[in-house]
Every structure is written in structure tokens, then in C-alpha cells.
């Protein structure tokens, strides 16, 4: 049976063909696993085209399993014929495409065409997405006059300030688009029938966020210049073409960052970089030192007062802080139940660091979300405050005054972690990185009866222990900085 494209593989294979033809050819790749974050993410998704079809009264929704092709399109030719005002993932099909419209909306002078979509702003693959389907509207006689996308509007507020939606007209776009289109509908079933299209890296790689099976595609050479810290694909592929795969190879008059200048030097003498001001820096310190790591849950349709689309809320810390000579003192707080967590959870913090000096974070992250607490918490302003002056990030000293060859170009701390501290590894725990906690503390909070007896206690120690190990990585890192800057 010839492959078919949907409006998702036309997209992709729009971005880049091996994407395409790896998601269609190796559907159980190990990359594509489904992770709790990305479930979440599409749960989510489909949480806003739902109240997204609120907005159109009176519209029918083909409501059919995904499967159900032939029986689809027959459900959306008898609501086109009935004359509804709008229609729901009604299903169209031509020369082996097959989409399913958001909305196609009923107009005095034809149709428009209104594709959802769970960001806050018009991306540039979607301008494609909305450009086949209207291809397809069109062979299928349907007289699409006008196309928008519906996105969530940066500026609403739980819970009625302002509308959640913002609907922008992109119909020039598309049509600037849409003679292109056959070819490439074209182009993409060829390349799915053809032999792997083997296209290695190259400037499509340097547009796309998050590809799954860019490991694929990507040299893994210790210094090649993809690990060029701060600089990106389109620098790596310029460097490339000048013949310069390697960090060690750049010549001698070229303009390097000093991070970059350290990363180099760890390179071609195999060892560690570190920066003689490291010591005072530490030394700087304010003792007793904490070690503070939040986890936030953000929503595209939020439920707290206040909030934004994906406007992200702290609802976990893990806190430790050093007592007596290599003793610390542990403190940790999870949210429990639907309610807002802002003002327990600041409450708890407070009281928690009042004893401290210098409080260790990695990133700016933890202040970030420190000023959007006070603003929620306003009584603990103040304290809020004084909290986010005390913060010291970590990060920015590693990235200042440390390199080593194994951070490849990355100061991330699950970058940072392996090359420092080896012995501390979370490949042990049941949750392993932020996204999945994110995604499994908004479950736990807002879908209580979504459990079998005894998983959601198990969830929350799961959530706790990783929570713990980001703050306890933070102690053993600045051990280890002390001992380098000693050394």
C-alpha cells in the first residue's frame, strides 16, 4: 500500500526528509518512544483544541476513531451537505494525503479555514501545515477564501482576564506558499517509496528544535565543532565547509570566546581547564551555604489565578543545607491536591533558608521563579526577596572558570555532573530528568483519581528522591570546585 502523507508528516518531511522517512519506515524507533512529558504535551494539545471549538456555536465534531479513514470522510461530506456552520476535524483526502481540519468555518462567501494550535505565537512550520490543507480544501472543491491560526494569547490571565484565544489572519502566507505545494506532496511520496534518503546534516538540522534522531545525523567526535560552546548548527556547518571538523584544528588567529578559549585548551591537552580566580570566588561564600532546586508545572490553559498560558508555577524545592564539617541538613516540599501551591510553598521556603548565606542554584532559574512568588505571594515579598539576593549560581562560575573535555560544549548540569562528580549518577531513579517530573507532578496534582492503589504514593517518593539528588548534586559539584581550586 503506497504511504500517505497527514498534515503532521508533510511538516515534517518539509523540515527535513530523513525525520520523515525515519517516522514513517521505523514507527517503533527507540527515539520515538513516548515519554510522559510528550504525552502530557499532546494531552494538553488537545485539551486546548477543545475549547477552541467553544468559540464556533453550533459546529459538529467528526468524532471517529483516527483509524476510521473511509468512515471519516463520509461523517464530513454528510455535515458539509447538512450545511452546519463548522466543522471539527472534518477529514479530506487527495493524491495520497489525508488531513483532518480543525476548524473549517461556514462564511457567507465561502469557507475559512482555522487551524489550533497550543503556542502563543504563529511558528514558521505552521504557515506549511495550513498550506497543504488548504491544497487539499481546494481539491476537494471546498472554497476556502480565508485561513487563520487560532494560538493561546500570551496576554490572558486565569481566570477571565481577556480572551484565551488570538485568531491572526495568515491566508497571504499560504497562498505565497500553496504552488509549491503539489510538488512537494510529490517529492515527499517519492522519497517514502525510495531507499533511506541519507541526507546527513545539513542546514535543515539548524531550523528544527528537538529532533528526535538528530544523534543519528550528528558527528559524536570528542571536539568536533557541533560542541563549539554557544555557537550552534549554522556556525558548526560553516566551519565544516571550510574544511574545520574539529575544535583542535581551528587556527590560531581565530576569534574565540573565552569559554571557548578554555574549551580549546582542555582539548588538545586532554585535561581539565581550570581558571586560577576559582578559589577566591568560592571562598567568596557566605557560610552556612544552602542548595536550593525548584520544579515548576506549567499549563497552556492554566488553573491558578494570575497565570498565563504556560505560565509556570514552583511547586516542588528540594533544600539542603551544610551544618556541621560534611553534615547537611535536608528539607523538601511537594504540592498535594488541585489548590494553588504559590503561598504553602513560599511560606515553607522561607522558613526554610532564613539561616542561610549563600544560597546555590544552577541557573537563573530558581530567580526567575522566585520573582514570580512574590508577586503571587505579595505578603512574602520581602522575604521572597532577600532569598532570590542570596542566590549564587553555580553555573555561571563553572562556565567562567572551568572546562572539561567531557562537557561537550554543554555547562548543563547533567553535562557538568558526569564530568566532575562520576560517582553521582541518577540512572538509578525511577524519574530521571525535569520534564517527566513536570509532567507527572501536574498529574498527581490535578488528576487525583487518575491512580491505582498505592501509585500515586509511589509517584511522589519517585518525585522527591529526584528532587533531593538535583540539591545534593549541587553540594558534591562545589565540593569537587574546592577541591580543583585547592589543587
Not at 18 to 30: G, I, M, R, T, Y
Not at 229 to 256: C, F, H, Q, T, W
Not at 340 to 345: G, N, V
Request: proline letters at 5%; hydrophobic letters at 40%; a negative charge.
Amino acid at each position: 500500500m503506497p504511504h500517505q502523507l497527514t498534515k503532521t508528516r508533510f511538516v515534517e518531511g518539509w523540515q527535513c526528509a530523513n525525520l520523515l522517512w525515519w517516522k514513517v519506515h521505523e514507527p517503533d524507533a527507540p527515539e520515538l518512544e513516548m515519554s510522559p512529558a510528550l504525552q502530557d504535551l499532546f494531552a494538553q494539545g488537545r485539551q486546548v483544541g477543545e475549547m477552541a471549538r467553544e468559540r464556533f456555536p453550533g459546529g459538529v465534531l467528526i468524532d471517529l476513531p483516527h483509524e476510521a479513514t473511509e468512515e471519516r470522510l463520509v461523517a464530513t461530506q454528510a455535515a458539509l451537505d447538512r450545511g452546519v456552520p463548522a466543522i471539527f476535524e472534518g477529514a479530506f483526502d487527495t493524491d495520497g494525503v489525508f488531513i483532518a481540519a480543525d476548524v473549517l468555518r461556514r462564511e457567507d462567501d465561502g469557507f475559512a479555514l482555522i487551524e489550533v494550535k497550543s503556542s502563543t505565537k504563529v511558528k514558521d512550520e505552521h504557515i506549511p501545515d495550513v498550506a497543504l490543507q488548504t491544497h487539499v480544501l481546494r481539491a476537494n472543491g471546498i472554497d476556502v477564501r480565508r485561513v487563520e491560526l487560532m494560538h493561546l494569547n500570551k496576554e490572558y490571565r486565569h481566570p477571565n482576564d481577556g480572551e484565551l484565544f488570538v485568531r491572526e489572519d495568515v491566508t497571504a502566507q499560504v497562498l505565497d506558499m500553496l504552488d509549491g505545494v503539489p510538488h512537494r506532496i510529490e517529492e515527499q511520496l517519492a522519497m517514502l517509496s525510495d531507499d533511506f534518503p541519507n541526507l546527513g546534516m545539513g542546514q535543515q538540522c539548524a531550523g528544527m528544535r528537538d529532533c528526535p534522531f538528530h544523534r543519528r545525523c550528528w558527528p559524536d567526535d570528542r571536539g568536533h565543532v557541533l560542541e563549539l560552546s554557544g555557537k550552534g548548527v549554522r556556525k558548526a556547518l560553516e566551519l565544516m565547509a571550510e574544511g574545520i571538523d574539529n575544535i583542535r584544528d581551528l587556527p590560531p588567529d581565530y576569534k574565540l570566546s573565552e569559554v571557548n578559549r578554555r574549551q580549546k585548551q582542555a582539548l588538545e591537552q586532554n585535561e581539565m581547564v581550570v581558571e586560577p580566580e576559582l578559589g577566591g570566588v568560592l571562598e567568596s561564600m557566605e557560610h552556612p551555604i544552602g542548595f536550593l532546586d525548584f520544579e515548576t508545572v506549567a499549563r497552556a490553559i492554566p488553573v491558578w489565578n494570575g497565570l498565563g498560558p504556560w505560565g509556570a508555577v514552583p511547586v516542588q524545592f528540594s533544600y539542603h543545607e551544610e551544618r556541621d564539617a560534611g553534615q547537611y541538613h535536608h528539607v523538601e516540599w511537594l504540592a498535594d491536591g488541585q489548590d494553588d501551591p504559590r503561598e504553602a510553598l513560599a511560606i515553607a521556603l522561607v522558613e526554610s533558608c532564613r539561616r542561610a548565606g549563600h544560597i546555590v542554584v544552577y541557573t537563573g532559574f530558581e530567580s526567575r521563579q522566585l520573582r514570580h512568588l512574590q508577586e503571587a505571594v505579595p505578603h512574602l515579598a520581602e522575604e521572597l526577596g532577600d532569598i532570590d539576593r542570596r542566590l549564587f549560581d553555580m553555573h555561571k562560575v563553572v562556565r567562567q572558570h572551568v572546562y572539561h573535555p567531557d562537557f561537550a560544549g554543554s555547562f548543563s548540569i547533567k553535562s557538568v555532573l558526569p564530568a566532575l562528580v562520576p560517582e553521582l549518577s541518577y540512572d538509578d531513579l525511577a524519574i530521571a530528568e525535569g520534564l517527566t517530573a513536570s509532567a507527572e507532578i501536574a498529574r498527581m496534582m490535578l488528576t487525583p483519581g487518575a491512580f491505582a492503589d498505592g501509585e500515586r504514593d509511589k509517584l511522589r517518593q519517585d518525585l522527591l528522591a529526584y528532587c533531593k539528588l538535583d540539591t545534593w548534586a549541587m553540594v558534591k559539584l562545589l565540593e569537587r570546585l574546592e577541591q580543583v581550586a585547592g589543587e
